[in-house]
């Protein structure tokens, strides 16, 4: 086989006082990595706390990691939320998904520009999501108004379908760190400037990655209203 496969499990707990290091969901995770640079994430993720989430994500990039396509299947309270199935060009992006409420969806989004990243909600994609940022440039950060999420909803938990916005990465740094599954070099970055791009604004959102190229999800922190945490407690390659 000329392919590599990354294979890991990330823990989601509470940082709010009254439910510090409570566990609140949980994520497998598989990532392809092809031979020709092209890869893969599939993600099953679970969050516990009402209404109740499941998430089914599949994602693939190019060796430059544009989206390529994506399915998303949701489950929430146990009850079928929507599917949808994503292609993207350099000219366009289109979905075909079925919700719940809303019966059947196609989309179909000229570009000036293609679609630097596609947010699918899993906590790994997080990870990989940094490999678009310039770390030629050092620390700082970087503005990128050209993204698509499934679901402007913080937990990925409607749709699914396409919703264009732009937001920050800032680039704090590396480190040394110790989770569950090990100990890292990993690079410091954080989920910035989504003022006025959500319906609902999104919290800071501190996440540390493996600094091989492989953008591997280690740990990462929510802040605001939502104090959220993540950590990886198995990886395997």
């Excluded at 294979?7 to 995770?29: A, D, V, W």
């Excluded at 969806?105 to 990989?128: F, V």
């Excluded at 913080?154 to 396409?162: K, N």
């Excluded at 990465?169 to 791009?197: K, L």
Aim: aromatic share 10%; hydrophobic share 30%; charged share 30%.
């Amino acid at each position: 086989m000329k392919h590599r496969t990354i294979r890991g499990r990330i823990s989601y707990t509470s940082n709010k006082p009254e439910r510090l290091g409570q566990e609140r969901g949980r994520e497998s995770f598989i990532i392809t990595i092809h031979s020709d640079g092209k890869r893969t994430l599939r993600a099953h993720c679970e969050i516990d706390d009402p209404p109740t989430v499941l998430r089914d994500v599949v994602l693939s990039l190019d060796a430059d990691n544009y989206p390529l396509d994506c399915f998303v299947r949701l489950t929430i309270d146990d009850r079928f939320e929507g599917s949808g199935w994503m292609r993207f060009s350099e000219t366009c992006a289109e979905t075909e998904s079925f919700n719940a409420h809303d019966g059947r969806i196609s989309q179909r989004l000229d570009l000036e520009r293609r679609i630097r990243w596609l947010a699918s909600h899993p906590i790994a994609g997080d990870g990989m999501g940094f490999s678009i940022y310039d770390l030629s440039r050092g620390p700082g950060r970087t503005f990128f108004p050209d993204m698509m999420v499934t679901s402007p909803d913080h937990r990925g938990a409607t749709g699914p379908l396409l919703f264009k916005l732009g937001f920050g990465i800032e680039y704090v740094g590396d480190e040394r760190i110790t989770i569950p599954a090990g100990e890292f070099d990993a690079h410091h970055f954080r989920y910035v400037d989504t003022a006025g791009q959500l319906p609902e604004e999104h919290p800071e959102y501190d996440v540390w990655c493996t600094t091989d190229g492989d953008y591997i999800f280690l740990r990462g922190a929510v802040g605001g209203y939502m104090q959220t945490f993540y950590e990886l407690v198995e990886l395997e390659r």
